[in-house]
């Protein structure tokens, strides 16, 4: 499919998207870049790419397919590296979870002869790093593309998730934000601020916290497990999308907050038969 | 073990407690009381006990174990019904996920000549009713007693538990009611809110909501699927340590909220890895 595929950032879905690659096929090589020279020694070592180096824009050259999978904060500054490097029509796409920002940082420095084709697997694992990827995390997921238009490179992009087993889905990039606000940020949120609620408990409280936490707490902070640097750049920069979506979530649990002080067992009882009906419905 | 020990509301816990009391041989006669004739025929239909009734001072009868397996809010009630039914020498216990407000309960109607021991297993799942139940929902799951002091009565409790297969803790009701308060009753009660919020928005939205929902919300919203009536009266019930610890979790949100507001990526970092080390480190 690709003769020189080129992941820049060897995290979870970097390693993921390198070992997916190589189990299905699409390229005929595969470079990695990565600012960090340990993580190229791990990916060598893994044996996952045909050649890792820290030097951005040396990994990107003569590539016909650029994959970021950087943190959403860092994704303009890693553009203007690779930026001189991309041989024409090279297609850069990436895998950051809020959609807007990118594409504003990525065109600000995407040479003419360049496509870009924003993307965004749902997918990822409690953990991260080069050592936590899997070939198979995409299959069956679903892989969100926000190009402005359908074009070759759009349908190449889409092509490569199809044969890595996700589902593509294009959509528009700030309805994109508003989704994933709702269905992975400010959850990824709630489940942060829970857990540094329980750590502010006193001390032999806290054990208790974590003994007992079958009953309904570790199941809700499964998601606080994951890498901080990435979750702080997606809701510094779908800063929007998630206060709106906090000031809606503030809102309706003040509405239960004080329906408990009242209590108000029906307004209670409404909520809960409702919700309880939408998640055993849909999910 | 016990000659004739009595479950008093069939759903999802008292049904299993009928399994896992057969299954291990812990009573001669296994009798069931619901206030419903269509759960009574269900557990005669699915053969988990010898006799069931809506009459539930029958069904209490010459018991030497009483379980009290019905909402929070029904306990009291309950117990007046069944008080002049009990035999001198019973003992009854209960599986409420509120402590305090459930011993006010009870022994404002327990007779003198029986004793109370009041329980709760951090078991559950998200399905509820007869015929959700299963003999080994306790395995290796913790069940809380909390006593006013320790007597015979609820050494037998505790024994009755650990042959079920749960590990038994002794705990002051007060502590417990603030423990399952951030363990349980916070994380249900914002789950709801979560799927709450999705619900007002608008419909495609929604549609998306679900169709993504592995970014994050079907984990933190797994257990929107309980039993609102069982929620309902633990809020109602857990009143004060729920409002309290809901003061503390709507303050650390609003600080990150704040900080998301204002860009402040070091505050937010910070929150991020200490959650994450301590989920990690302890689950």
Chains 1, 2 share one sequence.
Not at 66 to 74: E, K, Y
Not at 118 to 141: C, K, M, T, V, Y
């Amino acid at each position: 499919m690709f003769t020189k595929t080129t992941i820049i950032g060897l995290g979870l879905i970097g390693s993921s998207l390198a070992r997916a690659a190589r189990v299905h096929g699409l390229a005929h090589t595969i470079a990695c870049g990565d600012v960090s020279t340990e993580v190229c020694a791990k990916v060598l070592e893994l044996g996952i790419c045909d050649s890792a180096t820290h030097d951005l824009a040396d990994a990107a050259r003569d590539a016909d397919l650029v994959i970021l999978c950087v943190p959403v904060g860092a994704i303009g500054a890693v553009m203007e590296t690779i930026a001189p490097a991309l041989k024409p029509g090279c297609i850069v796409t990436d895998v950051g979870s809020v959609k807007q920002s990118v594409i504003a940082q990525v065109e600000k420095h995407l040479p003419a002869h360049a496509a870009f084709v924003p993307g965004h697997p749902i997918a990822g694992a409690e953990h991260s790093g080069p050592e936590a990827g899997r070939a198979d995390l995409f299959n069956d997921h679903w892989c969100i593309l926000t190009p402005a238009q359908q074009t070759p490179a759009s349908e190449t992009v889409a092509a490569f998730w199809r044969a890595i087993g996700a589902n593509v889905e294009i959509m528009d990039a700030a309805r994109h934000d508003l989704v994933l606000a709702i269905t992975s940020h400010l959850p990824h949120l709630i489940a942060y601020s829970i857990v540094d609620t329980a750590s502010t408990l006193e001390a032999h409280t806290r054990e208790d916290v974590m003994k007992y936490s079958a009953g309904g707490f570790r199941s809700v902070t499964r998601t606080a497990a994951s890498d901080p640097v990435m979750w702080r750049d997606i809701f510094l920069h779908n800063r929007e999308a998630v206060l709106e979506i906090l000031q809606r979530f503030g809102e309706d649990l003040t509405a239960l907050q004080r329906a408990i002080r009242n209590g108000d067992g029906a307004a209670l009882e409404e909520v809960f038969v409702r919700s309880r009906d939408i998640r055993r419905k849909n999910l």
